[in-house]
């Protein structure tokens, strides 16, 4: 198995590269001896000036990492970084993406109105269903109530009847000393019949 050396570029890195291809970029010898390059576009030292920068109170001072993603937002249509790497630049993307965001949110608004309609609809049906059980339940309320009048009534007319016909039965157990229904006169099931 070959294994091939894989070289990790650090930011600095790839910025020199990037700038070394761009036109524009100017060779300078610095103090120290040092080569460095700068840009009409970024001077240089701006991340460092935006590091060292004093941090207003109750504010938490900026990692490196967002000092460099905004000093690219801010450089990015002239930045050739991202095209040497393989990325496009957001923004030649942005119209596209606007578009098909604009897409789904309009589908989402319609999925919602489409939902709120059906939310509607079975709070009416919901409310009819409802308004029916309730009437159902007071017919059947006042159902039991007659059917409760009636047996009543029933009761004090057997109760009547047999203190009319005295309907005493000797052989009966009943505490009551009133006859068992197999246990009653024949004219007294005659009268009932």
Do not use: W
Not at 37 to 58: C, H, L
Not at 84 to 106: D, M, Y
Not at 145 to 174: I, N, R, T, V, Y
């Amino acid at each position: 198995m070959v294994y091939k050396k894989v070289e990790v570029m650090t930011f600095k890195k790839a910025l020199k590269e990037s700038r070394t291809r761009r036109p524009g970029v100017k060779k300078t010898v610095s103090k120290k001896k040092k080569t460095s390059e700068t840009s009409a576009a970024m001077p240089p030292g701006r991340m460092e000036k935006m590091k060292d920068a004093p941090v207003p109170e109750g504010e938490e001072p900026k990692s490196a990492v967002e000092i460099v993603e905004e000093v690219l937002k801010t450089k990015v249509q002239q930045s050739t970084f991202l095209r040497n790497v393989g990325l496009q630049s957001s923004r030649n993307n942005f119209g596209k993406a606007t578009a098909e965001v604009a897409a789904h949110v309009r589908d989402l608004e319609q999925k919602l109105e489409r939902s709120e309609l059906q939310a509607e609809v079975m709070q009416e049906e919901l409310a009819a269903i409802k308004m029916k059980a309730e009437e159902a339940e007071a017919a059947r309320d006042k159902e039991l109530e007659l059917l409760c009048k009636k047996s009543q009534e029933q009761e004090e007319k057997l109760a009547h009847l047999m203190a009319l016909f005295g309907a005493k039965c000797p052989k009966s157990e009943d505490p009551t000393g009133f006859c068992a229904l197999g246990e009653t006169p024949h004219l007294f099931l005659l009268i009932l019949t």
